[in-house]
Each structure stands twice: as C-alpha cells, then as structure tokens.
C-alpha cells in the first residue's frame, strides 16, 4: 500500500518538476491564473449548479488583470450531454497605470459532450456568449473547446489519481463592427493534476493564448475543481 502511494507521489513530482524546469525556458513574462470550478448537484435530479470564479493577473502575482465570476443551472439531457444557461460577470484592468477598469455581463449557453476512448477521458464543450461590455456596442461569441484527460495511474480519476490534463480552445467572433475580426483568440493547454478525494481535485498547468493578432501571452495556471451535492 506504502509502495503504490509513494510510486504514485513520485509520478507526481517528476512531472511538477518538468513543468516548473521547462516553463522559463520558452515563456517569459508569465502570468498567472487562480481558478476554482465548483459543481453542485441537486439531491438525485438531472439538475445541478455550476460555480466559478478566476483571479487573473499580468504578473504570476502582483498586477491584477481580471476577476471573473460565473454561474450557471445544468441539465442533464443525456448521460452523455449536459447543457447550461448561465451568467458571467467580469471586471478588467489594463496592464501597469492606469487601470482604467471597465465591467462585462455576459450571459451564456452550453452544450457539453462527454465519451470515453480507453482509459481517457474527452469533453467537447460548445459555448455561445452575449457579450454586454462597459461603453462598447454589443457583441456575441462563439467557443468551442475539445478536453482530454489521461490518467497516469491505476487510481485513474478517483482519490490519488494522477493524470495529465490537455485542451484546446477556439474563440469566434459575433458582431456587424468591420473593425472587429472573426477570430478573437486560441488557448492551448498542458497540465498535471491530482485527485486529493473523488470529488476534489487540483491542476497546474501551462496555457499559450493568441489573442488576435496580438502577441501570445504565457500563463501558469493553478486550478481547483470540486463537485459537491444537496442531499
């Protein structure tokens, strides 16, 4: 028992450390994000309650950027399909000084896809956003995110589970401005992470974001992720 926890605690740390050796080498100016993803089930129904909130900065830690907030009532249509509607609120920061906050509402629609291939675990996820941004004209978008986890040890996806987490995201666009370009951005992310119970766990990984045609921008992300249940 000692042995398995230990060959489990090894894999682990071998790969926290291949992160933290490889992240300077190809990403300077790092920023970082602090993420909590909540999940709460309503007693034995097809409903439950998503929760979440990011804490995002210029910086690892010391320049905030942005504070979102979402919250949005799940359905279960199908054992394999789990739609939402919900609602963000989001307040930004430019870089330095200044500030010069600004607020975004944003309400939201969600189809998300589930299957299995081996031991791995995928998630298609179809996002439609109405954007309400302070002293801008109203926009929508489009995301689609394609999700692979891959578990690492015998533990799978349960308490001491290991697993290497990856995902890509595509963000489009919706708007009549000329100004403003289909494309909006790409996240593409590589991360490790550990079950500390069934229903608790943690990631830290790396994103590379191309926002238009601006440079990309390195982040660390630190995330927790929790499902919880009213009895």
């Not at 905030?64 to 399909?81: D, E, I, M, S, W």
């Not at 081996?118 to 489009?142: P, S, T, V």
């Amino acid at each position: 028992m000692h042995g398995y926890y230990f060959r489990n605690m090894r894999i682990i740390l071998l790969n926290l450390l291949f992160i933290a050796v490889t992240l300077p080498c190809f990403a300077q100016n790092l920023q970082g994000w602090l993420i909590y993803f909540g999940n709460t089930k309503i007693k034995e129904s097809k409903f439950s309650i998503h929760q979440e909130i990011q804490l995002r900065d210029y910086k690892i830690v010391g320049d905030h950027h942005q504070t979102l907030v979402r919250v949005g009532a799940q359905y279960q249509l199908k054992p394999y399909l789990v739609t939402t509607l919900g609602y963000g609120f989001i307040y930004t920061e430019s870089f330095g000084e200044p500030n010069n906050p600004f607020v975004e509402h944003r309400i939201y629609q969600e189809a998300l896809f589930n299957h299995s291939m081996g031991k791995a675990k995928f998630r298609h996820r179809l996002r439609l956003e109405e954007r309400f941004i302070q002293n801008q004209e109203f926009r929508g978008r489009f995301r689609y995110c394609l999700f692979a986890d891959i578990p690492l040890t015998d533990k799978g996806f349960a308490k001491h589970g290991a697993y290497i987490a990856v995902y890509d995201e595509l963000f489009l666009n919706i708007a009549d401005d000329a100004n403003i370009t289909v494309f909006d951005r790409n996240r593409a992310y590589a991360g490790i992470g550990y079950k500390f119970r069934d229903n608790l766990g943690v990631q830290l990984g790396y994103m590379f974001q191309n926002v238009g045609v601006q440079q990309g921008t390195n982040n660390v992300l630190l995330s927790f992720h929790h499902n919880l249940k009213i009895k």
